[in-house]
């Protein structure tokens, strides 16, 4: 179902909803090449970077299912070179891992309210 729904989500941002400089409650459009932060939010609410970042959220979430080695991941996903800034590509992966987590378990349903999707009782 959290699958489902952030799969139809992200295709139907990318489908053409709203641009992201536009101050309306549509959820901001969901960008592979956004520029990374060296930590991920820390808030109980989602944050316009996270909607922009869900595409990484879910890269991140598949590669801990498939044990990639998170100094791959950071160079793939984050843009992050470890062999370059070792410390500022751990620090992003881990933060940006602790935040996919979250969004896998609570912040999903503020994605879909966002986009005006209700839960059925």
């Known amino acids: ?26 959820m901001r459009k969901p960008s592979f090449d956004a520029p990374i932060a060296d930590e991920a939010p820390i808030s109980d609410q989602l944050t316009p970077y996270d909607e922009i970042h869900v595409i990484h959220y879910v ?15 950071a160079r793939e996903a ?18 940006h ?3 996919a987590r979250w969004m896998a378990n609570s912040g999903w349903r503020q994605l879909l309210q966002t986009n005006g999707i209700q839960r059925s009782p």
Do not use: F, S
Request: proline fraction near 5%; avoid cysteine; aromatic fraction near 4%.
């Open 59 to 73: 890269i991140l979430l598949d590669a801990e299912r498939e044990h990639v080695p998170w100094d791959e991941v």
């Open 1 to 26: 179902m959290i699958v489902a729904a952030a799969i139809y989500l992200i295709v139907k941002t990318l489908a053409g909803r709203k641009n992201i400089a536009e101050k309306d409650p549509v």
């Open 78 to 95: 984050l843009l992050i070179d470890p062999a370059k800034e070792r410390d500022r590509a751990r620090r992003a992966y881990d933060t």
């Open 97 to 99: 891992l602790a935040r």
